[in-house]
């Protein structure tokens, strides 16, 4: 986690880092700082806490100059304080770093065998030492930097100063994203995207092992080993204004509010009405490699995974092939069998997170096929991947992640669809209902937006009390359920669990009792008598129930004692309309008890440590 920063031009530099930081605050939030070369010598700025922290230490102080490098820190070695925040310095050299270096305690045993005095906890100092210890043997500091990597294991992004260069830094990427952005008088760089939207469009994505040279009229990019390298920039079509709050009081509630937005976007060009088809080249399967398909696994992490088990039953359904899901940092810890035959889909709405990036490594080392789907256009993971699918939910800034889910449901299920066309397995009007229900599931979000607000946050005041929260659902719905519990517990800390409703008598429901709230995900589908039996069985042990329910499902509704209803829609699609309400459910708890929504504790957007 961390986001790191750098820019080098003509204005000054700390406002605009500043600013960048701010824009990746997302990423981490404990502490932050700024190294700017000022009038001959680096000047650092660093304080504890959020950024407004920052913001105010340089309004006291000022920070002149026009080339420097900033961060904004998620700790993992070390705990949040001044002394561990970035830069960190040694000697005439100012390191800001991404990432997480493997080899720490040994390489930090030799320096201070060699006389160094560390004067933090973490593993980023070390490497500020290491360049040093190059720079006093006489070499720049491309070269420095070269020779100090050349020791490191593990992941990183580092921005780096040094006095005796004053118009430049040099960054260098293993594992961690960066990119670079570029304009006619000044040169960025950021661990992503939205910190520079405001700059420029066009971007350099770094590839690992690579390390570029930044100054104001341009940069130069090469292999850590030395070989030098040209790479034209992408342009990027996300506009700035993408990534502010637009009057809402959140970014969470912004994004929810996006979704028909999102899901339109996502779903524009790809669904082929007149056919009952879905029409992607992106895809990068032919024909013959649908039908040939032998199974697929789909990994990912947190919601991201969520959106795997619907996934899943999706191509089981509507493809019927096998399927399985797996939490990537489990896969990759374990001898997993995959192989030729298998297609692997790796979705991430970052494209970074390191535990899916690793699985989908090995699995594409050992002969899987790799299809990424990701929302971050030229992540890591596509980058990887051998065809990418991506959605398009714009960029996502609040922590929890909302509407970068459902645009995954949109491509999970338009790839299922487009699956089970070719291999036979969904018959021509099956296949144009899901096409014409899915074209209209923005619409069906869009209408039941405001009064699901409504109704919530009326009904939160009830509910906001509760230690621990149940969700049940069954089918698709359970992993809305589990979706459902996340973002509650993660935004608002209230201990909640999502269960397979047939699950609940198997334990949870000895948790129950008058002051347990339980959600029943309980739409008009296969599973809805069933369903409703084990919403009886939570009610004889007093549970307070809120149903989701299908509008108008009298039946149901007079089982609940608080009621959301969702919009009625064909079984396979009703994941986009029950999720959004609990997604709003965990909003309004998080902002009826003040947490912070956005940028909810020890947590960090984008997970780039193990
Ligand atoms: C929760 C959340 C996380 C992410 C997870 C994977 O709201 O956003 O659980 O889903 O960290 O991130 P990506 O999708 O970027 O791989």
């Known amino acids: 986690m961390c986001g790191i920063v750098g820019y080098v031009g003509h204005e000054a530099a700390a406002p605009i880092l500043l600013d960048s930081l701010r824009r990746l605050e997302y990423r981490g939030y404990d502490s932050a700082g700024l190294a700017v070369h000022s009038q001959g010598r680096i000047q650092i700025l660093r304080t504890v806490g959020k950024l407004r922290n920052l913001e105010n230490a340089l309004a006291e102080k000022g920070l002149p100059g026009s080339v420097g490098i900033g961060h904004t820190r998620w700790a993992t070695h070390g705990r949040p304080s001044e002394v561990n925040a970035h830069p960190h310095v040694a000697g005439p050299i100012a390191v ?24 933090s906890d973490t593993d980023t100092e070390i490497v500020s030492h290491l360049i040093h210890r190059e720079s006093v043997g006489g070499h720049d500091l491309v070269t420095s930097v070269r020779k100090a990597l050349a020791q490191v294991h593990g992941a990183y992004a580092i921005a780096v100063l040094s006095a005796a260069e004053p118009d430049r830094v040099v960054v260098a990427k293993k594992a961690s994203p960066l990119v670079i952005g570029v304009t006619r008088q000044a040169t960025y760089c950021a661990s992503d995207i939205p910190a520079l939207l405001p700059y420029t469009n066009e971007m350099v994505f770094m590839e690992d092992e690579e390390l570029a040279v930044l100054e104001a009229d341009g940069f130069s990019l090469s292999t850590l080993g030395g070989a030098a390298l040209s790479r034209r920039p992408r342009r990027i079509s996300w506009s700035p204004i993408m990534a502010e709050k637009a009057g809402f009081k959140h970014f969470m509630l912004k994004e929810i509010f996006e979704q028909p937005r999102a899901l339109e976007d996502t779903l524009r060009g790809r669904l082929d009405r007149e056919n009952g088809d879905v029409l992607t080249a992106e895809i990068g399967l032919n024909e013959d490699d649908a039908r040939n398909i032998r199974r697929v696994i789909l990994l990912a992490c947190g919601t991201s995974h969520h959106a795997t088990l619907a996934g899943r039953y999706w191509l089981e359904d509507l493809a019927k092939v096998p399927a399985i899901t797996e939490l990537a940092s489990e896969f990759r810890g374990r001898d997993a069998i995959v192989g030729e035959g298998d297609l692997v ?27 990424a789907i990701a929302n971050v256009n030229g992540s890591a993971i596509p980058r990887m991947a051998d065809a990418s699918f991506y959605t398009h939910a714009g960029p996502e800034i609040g922590v929890a992640s909302t509407k970068c889910f459902t645009a995954q449901l949109a491509n999970l299920l338009m790839f299922s669809i487009w699956l089970g066309k070719r291999r036979g397995t969904l018959d021509a009007a099956q296949a144009r209902e899901l096409v014409e229900g899915l074209a209209r599931v923005p619409n069906l979000i869009e209408e039941r937006l405001k009064p699901s607000l409504d109704a919530i946050s009326e009904m939160v005041r009830e509910f906001s009390d509760a230690r621990d929260v149940l969700f049940l659902g069954r089918g698709l719905s359970y992993p809305m359920a589990l979706e459902g519990a996340l973002k509650l517990k993660e935004i608002s800390y209230v201990h909640a669990e999502g269960y397979a409703a047939g699950e609940m008598k198997h334990g949870p429901i000895a948790l129950l009792d008058a002051r347990v709230p339980v959600v029943v995900l309980m739409p008009r589908d296969r599973h809805y008598e069933r369903v409703s039996s084990n919403l009886q069985e939570a009610k004889a042990r007093e549970a307070k129930i809120i149903g989701i329910t299908t509008a108008g499902d009298a039946e149901a509704q007079a089982l609940c004692d608080a009621v959301v209803e969702v919009a009625s829609t064909h079984e396979a699609l009703s994941p986009f309309v029950t999720v959004v309400p609990l997604q709003l459910y965990a909003y309004c708890v998080a902002d009826h008890k003040g947490t912070d929504v956005d940028q909810p504790r020890n947590l960090a957007k984008t997970v780039t440590v193990e």
């Not at 770093?97 to 493997?102: F, L, M, P, S, T």
Request: charged share 20%; glycine share 8%; proline share 0%.
């Open 345 to 371: 889909i790796a979705v991430s709405q970052s494209g970074e997170t390191i535990d899916t990036l690793m699985a989908a490594k090995a699995a594409k080392e050992r002969g899987a096929k790799l299809l």
């Open 96 to 119: 800001v770093h991404n990432g997480i270096i493997e080899n720490h305690l040994q390489l930090r045993s030799q320096l201070e065998a060699s006389g160094v005095t560390m004067s």
